[in-house]
């Protein structure tokens, strides 16, 4: 009898433990939306603002400090899927989750190719031009493959995060491979020897790509870290965060031009930000006792996330860009209110769509 309630009690906690950390989870789902905003709302300014001007290091800070959002996105989707799938056939993965997927590329495709010629940034000048916008869509929009191409690999990861000692030797091998010659670009020389040994020699691109977030964001939610390599993380992530921002500032005004070659989401400094942001969700922020009421509205936006980010470029092309021109880029700590006020367009738009019958639940 006291085996069975023992059993009882640990099912309660784990239950416990499983929303708490679900709602960490949301949490940063939201953050990493806006991030992911705020990036495309400042670009424009980033992109056309001269690198001379007082403006230019604003938009390159905002810039730089938002690029964990995708990154921190694929390591959500690593923390929920990997492991999970162990017992679901290939066929299921396919039929589930990239269905969906494929169903979401095709409406949002056709939707923005609508949207640009209506909105004048698109120009069709062939049969050809036509098909290759409907196939790969607005440029947000390639996140949704290569979010289908990490489903379709998942049944090979599984195995790999099975072994803890393999998960980390992976996660090294894409330090070495991926993150570290990211960073070497600002070495032109030296980026073109070791990327041309790493792939047209070696043929090393398991490694690459965004495998190693989907990787990192099961081990960091799945395994207990010492307070010793908490710490070494927060570090690494700290300075990871000032070489983006810093650097990027020094490198462009070096340049004479924009540059994103210090912050590209395939580097270490990125990976190791984006590292500190999520173990401090997981550790900080699922420690914060919210009420019932404030976690069902935290659940209700994480939800939307997925529909705040299809739609929210639709108000970056059609009032941020523009408000940007017309004031000649001079305003650039108006990107964060912008942002916020877009992350709300966005959000009541996708209730709308999400209450349409049969087909809202498909399409955001």
């Not at 495998?211 to 990871?240: E, S």
């Not at 639709?314 to 305003?331: K, N």
Request: proline share 2%; net charge positive; hydrophobic share 50%.
């Amino acid at each position: 009898m006291l085996r069975s309630e023992n059993k009882l009690v640990s099912r309660a906690e784990q239950s416990r433990a499983e929303q708490s950390r679900a709602g960490w989870i949301e949490l940063l789902r939201i953050l990493s939306c806006f991030c992911v905003i705020l990036l495309h709302v400042s670009t424009k300014g980033w992109s056309y603002a001269s690198v001379d001007t007082k403006s230019w290091p604003v938009y390159e800070i905002f810039c730089a400090i938002s690029r964990i959002g995708v990154c921190c996105f694929v390591m959500i989707s690593g923390s929920l899927f990997l492991g999970n799938t162990r017992g679901q056939s290939i066929e299921k993965i396919y039929k589930k989750y990239i269905f969906r997927i494929v169903v979401l590329i095709a409406f949002w495709s056709c939707t923005y190719f609508v949207f640009r010629i209506l909105n004048g940034n698109l120009k069709i000048t062939s049969l050809k031009s036509i098909f290759g916008e409907l196939l790969f869509g607005n440029y947000h929009l390639w996140y949704l493959w290569m979010i289908a191409g990490l489903y379709a690999v998942t049944p090979i990861l599984n195995k790999i995060v099975e072994d803890n000692k393999l998960c980390r030797y992976f996660l090294i091998l894409c330090a070495a491979v991926c993150w570290v010659p990211g960073m070497l670009e600002v070495v032109p020389a030296l980026n073109k020897l070791v990327q041309g040994v790493l792939q047209d020699k070696m043929y090393l691109f398991l490694p690459a790509g965004y495998v190693g977030y989907y990787i990192l964001g099961y081990y960091l939610c799945k395994n207990r870290l010492t307070d010793k390599q908490k710490n070494t993380i927060l570090v690494a992530g700290i300075f990871g965060a000032a070489y983006a921002t810093i650097g990027g500032i020094l490198y462009s005004q070096y340049t004479g031009e924009p540059s994103q070659i210090t912050y590209n989401n395939l580097t270490l400094n990125i990976a190791c930000y984006a590292a500190a942001v999520f173990m401090i969700f997981k550790d900080k922020v699922n420690a914060i006792q919210f009420t019932e009421k404030a976690k069902r509205r935290i659940f209700a936006l994480g939800k939307a996330t997925l529909g705040i980010y299809l739609i929210h470029v639709m108000f970056v092309q059609g009032i941020s860009d523009r408000f940007m021109v017309a004031t000649s880029f001079r305003y650039p700590f108006a990107s964060i209110p912008i942002a916020i006020l877009i992350f709300i367009c966005a959000y009541f738009v996708g209730i709308v769509i999400q209450k349409i019958p049969f087909v809202g639940k498909w399409i955001v």
